[in-house]
């Protein structure tokens, strides 16, 4: 298994911003798509943003405009720039990767068989 590790997340007030990044230890991995899911209480897991090998990058209706996925290959690490919080984004953050250039839809938790353990962002109004 890849241990994948998200840093960053915190308490920060509505209108703020957070900057969370996940970077995989151990051997060198050579990961196709990379991104971010959360999960908010009493809710299911959802897609935030994904990024490809090449930079192509997706993102859902509810954060567009407002956070911003990148990555650094060389460090296999992904960051996700979370501006203009809103209450509404308190989740657990969690980073996921794929080694697999195929297979299912960016958007699908199925796509991905690597995920770190989660970081928690709560934004207060």
């Known amino acids: 298994q890849v241990p994948l590790v998200e840093s960053g997340g915190g308490l920060v007030q509505a209108g703020g911003s957070l900057r969370l990044s996940c970077a995989a230890s151990?051997?060198?991995?050579?990961?196709?798509?990379m991104g971010w899911f959360r999960q908010a209480p009493g809710k299911e897991r959802e897609f935030v943003a994904a990024?490809?090998?090449?930079?192509?990058?997706y993102y859902a209706d509810s954060v567009k405009g407002r956070f911003t996925i990148s990555r650094d290959n060389a460090k296999n690490t992904v960051y996700l720039q979370m501006n203009s919080l809103k209450p509404e984004d308190t989740a657990v953050y969690y980073c996921?990767?794929?080694?697999?250039?195929?297979?299912?839809?960016?958007?699908?938790?199925?796509?991905?068989?690597?995920w770190g353990q989660g970081t928690q962002v709560t934004v207060s109004s």
């Open positions: 996921a990767a794929d080694s697999d250039p195929g297979g299912e839809s960016y958007y699908s938790p199925r796509k991905y068989n690597y």
């Open positions: 151990g051997r060198t991995y050579s990961f196709h798509a």
């Open positions: 990024i490809s090998r090449s930079g192509s990058s």
